[in-house]
């Protein structure tokens, strides 16, 4: 893996829909982010690839961030 693809996938993060919220995976980088995705997501569960900076910075409310995964998703967990 390049040195380009490892700041470009510490510098994501995948999201995924919980019971109690928004799920956020940080990758190692040991694999790619849709190979993250695949084996982090539960089977069936939309995920995104987002930048870490989108996210919001408070975490003391994080269980109410919420996201629209109907029609903006990158993949499904297998």
């Given at each position: 893996?390049?040195q380009?693809?490892?700041k ?10 919980q ?12 694999l790619?982010l ?13 995920y ?20 629209d995964f ?8 297998a």
């Amino acid at each position: 893996m390049s040195q380009f693809s490892d700041k470009r996938i510490m510098n994501q993060r995948i999201i995924y829909p919980q019971e109690t919220g928004i799920a956020v995976i940080t990758p190692t980088g040991e694999l790619s982010l849709e190979e993250t995705a695949l084996k982090d997501v539960p089977s069936g569960v939309k995920y995104k690839i987002i930048d870490a900076s989108d996210l919001p910075q408070e975490r003391d409310f994080r269980n109410a961030w919420e996201y629209d995964f109907t029609d903006s998703f990158d993949g499904v967990g297998a």
